[in-house]
């Protein structure tokens, strides 16, 4: 799968859900996930790289619309690691209207960048 390309600027494809669960699937390279329509706090899980074969530098972004915080983090937590300041394992957050990128670092690793705490 590729990203196309509109006047020279990459273009994605929107993803939107509506569930307070969401695991990443490899579908979901390039595309924006967009999560939200749905007043409960959520959480986007990351599974092992046995499980779903991400290339290392791959970059999934995700918005939250939804007005409860969306919560990353890793499907297997001391298999895969999930970062977002330094090297110390996070499930960081992201509130209503601001975004994200989970960039893929290592076979297990993830770094999540963005608009987190």
Do not use: E
């Not at 939250?64 to 957050?93: D, E, W």
């Amino acid at each position: 799968m590729t990203a196309a390309a509109a006047n020279g600027l990459v273009t994605y494809t929107i993803n939107s859900q509506t569930g307070t669960t969401y695991t990443l699937a490899t579908t979901d390279q390039y595309q924006v996930l967009v999560i939200g329509s749905n007043a409960a706090a959520k959480t986007f899980s990351i599974p092992t790289n046995a499980v779903t074969p991400f290339a290392v530098g791959s970059a999934i972004s995700i918005l939250n619309t939804g007005t409860a915080a969306l919560t990353i983090q890793a499907v297997t937590s001391g298999t895969t690691t999930v970062t977002s300041a330094g090297t110390v394992s996070a499930a960081p957050t992201v509130a209503q209207y601001k975004a994200a990128v989970c960039i893929k670092t290592g076979t297990d690793t993830w770094t999540v960048v963005g608009a987190v705490s």
